[in-house]
Nanobody, 123 residues
Framework: QVRLVESGGGLVQAGGSLRLSCAAS????????TGWFRQAPGKEREFVAA????????YYANSVKGRFTISRNNAKNTVDLQMNSLKPEDTAVYYC????????????????WGQGTQVTVSS
């Protein structure tokens, strides 16, 4: 089993920045891809970004490309999401998740999930 804990959420004004972190523990050797997803009230959970274990490949949703950057630190078993130029429509609960295979943009492709962290962007 893999345990995931997100941190770093909060309230920020439009145009501001936040950095989310996802800390993994447990059977982390089984993790190939770590993804970030978000879910706004009344909406389905959607893909934001993902990174493979080596960091060599990253994937982004079109809505965040150029504004968000995903990175990982394997020594610390963490995956960060740097979010710049935030918009009110980025407001959501952000979750990290892992899967034992490469890639993946659908929630049902991921096996383990964190509890989420709230990001609120005010206009």
């Amino acid at each position: 089993q893999v345990r995931l804990v997100e941190s770093g959420g909060g309230l920020v004004q439009a145009g501001g920045s936040l950095r989310l972190s996802c800390a993994a523990s447990g059977r982390t050797f089984s993790v190939y891809t770590t993804g970030w997803f978000r879910q706004a009230p009344g909406k389905e959970r959607e893909f934001v970004a993902a990174i493979i274990w080596s960091g060599a490949s990253t994937y982004y949703a079109n809505s965040v490309k150029g504004r968000f950057t995903i990175s990982r630190n394997n020594a610390k078993n963490t995956v960060d999401l740097q979010m710049n130029s935030l918009k009110p429509e980025d407001t959501a609960v952000y979750y990290c998740a892992t899967r034992p295979y490469i890639g993946g943009r659908l929630p049902n492709e991921y096996d383990y999930w964190g509890q989420g962290t709230q990001v609120t962007v005010s206009s």
